[in-house]
């Protein structure tokens, strides 16, 4: 089924954000998934963290695989840049276009059998080079285009819909991100907006791999009684180790209260922020620690939220490989490829 265009038509009276926009300018094709997806839930929130941040749509590269997920970029800024890979080869193009073009803001957008069954090699890789982008993981643990089968990311013992138990131990995505040295970890629900849009944006704003999971129930083949998955079993066991908000980089806003309290900070559009300092044992920077909790929490029957983990002095794709700042689409052929008599010279360095 192909995606329905929306009509360009807006109302007067919508609000518009420093560059004249309004969230529909954000918005992309009509959604095809089934009424109720979590997915299009993430959809709107990635519209309202991009459209809040004042992003120009045209400075923007969307990628996806194959999957429910894949489609997601399709629904949202239909002005910006869009690649649509093979199953499970989103973060080699989306690495190949940020060597490419440095300058573009990247947004991948995956799923749990997209990432972490087929895709799993090259998901790690694309931590491990620290590559500049937002990883947002649409977590359902089924593959909801093929019926409804288990994905990597299925809990041990979490029924399908025609009461099969998964017996396969999960892969959890978290955990893995942490492991494998991730500078910036998350994990929020699609039915929760709230925390999940200043998330995105901490993510956009991070400077190298932002990794989001977030539970995103497919109403169709794993919303039931007997799922780890469904919005029942998320909202009864959510558990939100830190609470989330964003605050973009303007002039300094304080405030000075005892762990465990609460304040209220006015921000710079006016808007009050209720802010409520975590307790003093929890430390998002220090990855063994992080990780301890996480499954401390898991072991409860519990699914933590919240900004987990984040290292804020990571070095990114190009610091690693010492790359040219001038953006490679920007550097003239003549230079990109100075003929046989150069190659001939490069290659006598190594007889």
Known sequence: MTSIAKPKVHHPSLRKNALGLTLRDYEGSMSTLCAGCGHDSITAAIIQAFWELDVPPHRVAKLSGIGCSSKTPTYFMREAHGFNTVHGRMPSIATGANAANRELIFIGVSGDGDSLNIGLGQFCHAIRRNLNILYVLENNGVYGLTKGQFSASADLG?????????????????????????????????????????????????????????????????DHEASTKSYRYIREHESEVVVADFVPLRAEIKADYEPGSLTLVTMHDGSVVRFRKVGEDYDPTDRDRVYATLRAHQAQGEVPTGLLYLEADGADMHALQNTVDEPLVAVPFEKLCPGSAALEELQEEFR
């Open 158 to 222: 979490s029924k399908s819909k025609g009461g099969e138990a998964n017996r396969e131990k999960p892969i959890d995505p978290v955990l893995l991100a942490l492991s494998l040295g991730a500078g910036f970890v998350a994990r929020s629900f699609s039915g929760d907006k709230r925390q999940l849009v200043p998330i995105l944006q901490a993510g956009i704003k991070h400077g190298g791999f932002a990794f989001v999971d977030v539970i995103s129930p497919c109403v169709t083949f794993n």
